[in-house]
């Protein structure tokens, strides 16, 4: 049975290039984080990639590989707005279910949509709506399958504007023309793994037994394997519960635990922008740090994870007090923190969240709003917030906004550091 529909956008940040600047229709071009031949491709074009520039490529190396190619400097914030486009466009036909990153994103199809050819016409219209509302050059592969994980294969199957629908019945030989590597999940090291476990095709992986694929990983994840490429669904782990986060690399210069609670600070704060601006309330706040710790050390010396409950909050002061609390229980390892992460989960939407009888919790959500009003208002002048908690001031240029890939920001947010 047909169930989920996977729309990938084709070069997408290429595409979105193309669709401002008509000049680079056609033509074999590369977003690049900067103009430098040191610099890698973050997006070609089809006519570049037919020459072998990808994403990843150096860019010195895509120059000598393509001589024609033309180089643009990729602008994120226009990105996330064809993002926002293409979902509400996408929206109107079919209701977006999964946001997986700032090109693919995934939808349930209800009975009626589960015949073969009611999806095929689905597929089209949304591939239609997409070039004839937000740009003609915003082409898209649609994947329709029994699961996710196969629609999200079936949608990589043709590229570009292609449209593959991936049936129960076919599974798993339709997998089989497919190299290991193609797989999303398989990397190279993995794919080592599994050659030395004598698995060197899809169609070996397809044919082995549900323990040869648990021990091949080492892990249940193995029994997913074997669940997923037969096209069955699994029940998905926190899906009954919405959840927004933010995570940032440290740079050397704040890996000190002093120096990384003010990232954590800055961290905390834009998390409580974003929940207050998506309208949710969380009733979680969780902390995930990786130390800057030798390989040979196991992976649960090097993580510490935490969580602590916050009873329906979204305002800065609430959830900082919240933050600071698992801060202090942190384990001191003795080693420097190279990654900081912060999630809100069991998000309620505010409209039918309880709200707070405490006088001091009314106080404090008014207060986070007047300050979210305050930089709403400032901010296009300041190019950054006008007020923030003082407790930021020292973080407050060390987590700028990168080019998005998986967590994508809204462009109402003030950025905290728009350097
Ligand atoms: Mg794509």
Redesign the pocket.
Known sequence: MLRILYV?????FASCEQQLRPELRGKPIAVVPLLADTTSVIAASYPAKKFGVKTGTKVGEAKRMCPDLILVKGSHDEYIRFHHRVIATIDTVIPVDKIH?I??VSCRLVPAERPPEAARALALRVKRAITSRVGECLT??VGVAPNRFVAKVAADMQKPDGLTIIEAHELPQRLFSLNLIDLPGIGSKMLVRLNRAGINTVEDLCTRSEKELKAAWQSVVGVEWFHRLQGKQLIERGTSRRTIGHSHVLGPERRERHAARAVAVRLLTKLAQRARHLGYVADELAISVAFLMPRSVAKTESRWHAYTKVQGINDTPGLMRAMRELWDSMPDRRAPILKLGLTLSGLTPMASATPSLFENAVAETRLSKAIDAINKKLGPKLGTDAVYPASMHDAKRSAPRRIAFGNIPDLDLPDVSNE
């Open positions: 990938d956008m084709n070069s997408f990153s090109d693919e898209s592969s």
